[in-house]
């Protein structure tokens, strides 16, 4: 058995966690980064009494909810700067906020909010020391670089020069800003992972900027901070949490650490969610609730994720829809399609029939791979198994019962179609063939079909 885990965060949980801010960023001080050039990870060595010039708060739409963070930073008499993030971050629109960000030395970041929030803080935390080593003007707006790609002086997006899929995917090579968040939601795991998802509006699709030193320094998840969640948010990011687990705890790159937080985040999901959304005020659901979240994203950090991670990816860039209300409605059908794959006889003809086309020299290391991937299967029928009788509550549920309880959830929490979140008949074949090339989809036990796929998306 050989496997890596990696999770660097320094986890803070409980009520009333968040009254321990001012210390936090006070132990901060004495361990700034000295900006060497990344290499290998290590914590920064401490530096004296050296303290932040002044700190940026992401938070969301209301800036009353970030009144501790303020009050912790009076608390340790830093100044700070303010960057409001209404909606899921874009590419675009960080543009000029990166570039706000250095011009106040910014360097510190504080992120309070949801996993959008979160992401918004991490991508800025990574950007504001590493430019790309190109050219960017004073002022850039969406606008002027769109009309800068028809004049001599050409102008390239530097964010686009970390970007996966879309960009080049280079990496980092200064030590990210020192970065604490405060996840206001219960369900994104950001506050645990090493990517921001950012939606590019030229390409319509949402991609990621990863980096392994892009996990937050430290994460304060106190369940106080979820209560004031409306219930259509209290039930998606719930049910993005228990996609997460669900697809790290099936991923073929699943490991025996990742299985054990899965088991164990798929239970409390399964014991608060729906007291969470009757009583919203609950502090054991919700601190069920928000532990899960955390599991999720250190599992997918580690395990990666499937399919409908592959297809909401995609989906979130075209259609403006809660990346959580996606995956609740895509966990049913996917759950069903890949154990059906994994039942039937065709996942075994597959194997066969690659070994057939191998020379005779390759035979011995294809059959090995074939009976390890037969043993794979097994392993994760079991584990669908699993979800049914750790959702159900019974020892003895099948794997189909897993998938009924999931369907009534969506149902109960009234998450609607695909279609009624405004995707179009005329959009299916792009989004099958957009998500089939989604990184996610690695992670999913079966290699699904272009066809599967569009069928899925009726969902």
């Known amino acids: 058995m050989n496997f890596t885990f990696f999770s660097p965060v320094k986890i803070i949980f409980g009520p009333k966690t968040a009254d321990t801010l001012p210390n936090v960023i006070a132990r901060m001080t004495m361990a700034l980064p000295s900006g060497d050039t990344v290499t290998e990870y290590n914590p920064p060595p401490p530096s004296g009494n050296r303290r932040f010039r002044k700190a940026l708060v992401v938070m969301g739409s209301f800036p009353g909810r970030v009144e501790n963070v303020i009050k912790a930073l009076h608390t340790c008499n830093i100044p700070y700067e303010i960057l409001c993030q209404k909606g899921e971050p874009t590419v675009e629109g960080l543009i000029p906020e990166v570039n706000r960000a250095r011009s106040a030395h910014v360097d510190l970041v ?15 935390a990574a950007l504001v020391p590493n430019n790309g080593h190109v050219k960017t003007p004073a002022t850039t707006t969406h606008e002027s670089l769109k009309s800068s790609r028809h004049n001599n002086f050409h102008i390239k997006n530097p964010i686009m020069h970390y970007l996966e899929i879309i960009g080049d995917g280079a990496p980092l090579t200064e030590r990210p800003l020192p970065m604490i968040a405060l996840p206001t939601t219960a369900g994104t795991g950001s506050e645990a992972t090493k990517n921001a998802v950012l939606a590019s509006l030229e390409h319509q699709v949402k991609v990621s900027l990863r980096n392994d030193f892009m996990y937050p320094d430290v994460a304060i998840i106190d369940p106080l901070l979820t209560t004031s969640m409306p219930r259509e948010i209290t039930a998606s990011t719930g049910m993005d949490a228990l996609t997460q687990l669900i697809e790290s705890f099936t991923s073929g790159f699943a490991t025996p650490i990742t299985d054990a937080l899965c088991r164990d985040g798929i239970l409390r999901v399964a014991r608060s969610l729906k007291k969470a959304l009757e009583t919203p005020e609950d502090i054991a659901a919700r601190s069920d609730m928000a532990l899960a979240g955390l599991y999720s994203g250190i599992t997918l950090a580690n395990a990666k994720l499937g399919a409908v991670h592959g297809i909401a990816g995609p989906m979130g860039g075209m259609v403006h829809a809660p990346h959580g209300a996606i995956c609740a409605r895509l966990l049913g059908p996917v759950m069903r399609e890949n154990m059906e794959a994994l039942c039937s006889n065709q996942f075994s003809k597959d194997l066969a029939h690659t070994m057939g086309e191998t020379d005779r020299q390759s035979k011995s290391s294809m059959q090995s791979k074939y009976n390890t991937q037969l043993e794979l299967a097994e392993e994760i029928m079991g584990k669908y198994g699993e979800i049914a009788q750790i959702l ?12 009924h309880w999931v369907e009534e959830i969506v149902s109960w929490v009234s998450i609607p179609t695909l279609s009624d979140m405004g995707l179009k008949q005329e959009q299916m074949a792009v989004l099958a063939e957009k998500a089939r090339q989604a990184s996610s989809m690695k992670g999913n036990p079966v290699t699904l079909t272009l066809d599967q796929i569009k069928n899925l998306l009726s969902a």
């Open 392 to 403: 159900t509550g019974d020892p003895d549920a099948p794997w189909q019962d897993g998938i």
């Open 110 to 124: 504080i992120a309070q909010g949801g996993g959008s929030v979160l992401d918004t803080g991490k991508a800025l």
